[in-house]
């Protein structure tokens, strides 16, 4: 059996990664679909990319790029820090990479430079971290750090939830792709714990950083498996919390 999986936000909760690929079976016959903020939070952050990059060589895989996966490469191959982001997981990150190998290193800062703002498949389903602006679409996006920063995408979904599609002022940006399927707003704040859909977008991101759990899901059946919630798995940390 062919599937597609999407894995929502991980956080270096690299625990949660492992429960959930085995709590999924995934096979080699699967693609991963990666929705980024890959470190950030818990203590495991190098860990998490150094799974990522062996299951690159093993699977399909599609690794998108998270707000929090930018700010770390910023340091990695700049140097550029900042309080805003040692505050929000960046700490806790640096701190996973502490003695780490040169060349480890090297290869975990290339693998973040490469990391995709988009991906569109063949069914016109779009994957991304947070969201577009653009109410022509990515192509027209003018302001590309909106692809992994934005909220008000989510925020339309939310709100349009129950609009009807022929609805005058249905929101253009809604109507573009068949599906669209992103992270980075995590459900725990609108108190929801598992996979949530509105107007055609899934929120993956179920708050793994913070009080719940990871999710990865199935995008044709929706069936979806997760983690334990990440504070029993890291019982001694805080994670973004
Ligand atoms: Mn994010």
């Not at 060349?103 to 389903?125: C, G, M, P, T």
């Not at 069936?223 to 990440?230: C, K, M, N, V, Y």
Request: with cysteine; hydrophobic share 35%; proline share 3%.
């Amino acid at each position: 059996m062919e599937r597609t999986l999407v894995i929502g936000d991980i956080h270096g909760g690299f625990k949660a990664l492992e429960q959930v690929l085995e709590r999924a079976s995934v096979t080699t016959n699967d693609t991963l679909i990666f929705l980024g903020d890959y470190v950030d939070g818990w203590s495991q952050s190098f860990e998490v990319i150094n799974k990522l990059i062996s299951l690159k060589s093993s699977h399909n895989c599609v690794f998108l790029r998270g707000n929090h996966d930018e700010l770390f490469y910023d340091w990695i191959a700049n140097g550029k820090s900042n309080p805003n982001w040692l505050l929000h997981g960046g700490q806790a990150t640096l701190d996973s990479y502490k003695d780490r190998p040169y060349n480890f290193v090297q290869i975990h800062a290339h693998f973040l430079q490469n990391l995709e703002n988009y991906y569109l498949d063949s069914k016109n389903r779009l994957f991304l971290h947070a969201g577009f602006t653009n109410v022509n679409g990515i192509d027209q996006e003018h302001f590309t750090k909106m692809f992994y920063w934005d909220r008000s995408l989510w925020e339309t979904a939310l709100a349009s939830r129950k609009l009807d599609l022929n609805d005058e002022f249905y929101p253009q940006r809604l109507k573009i792709y068949s599906e669209i399927y992103i992270g980075h707003t995590p459900l725990s704040k609108i108190n929801r714990d598992k996979p949530f859909c509105a107007s055609s977008v899934w929120n993956v991101d179920t708050g793994a950083a913070f009080t719940n759990a990871l999710t990865i899901m199935d995008i044709e059946t929706k069936e979806f498996w997760q983690s334990d919630a990440l504070p029993t798995l890291y019982p001694n940390e805080k994670g973004r919390n």
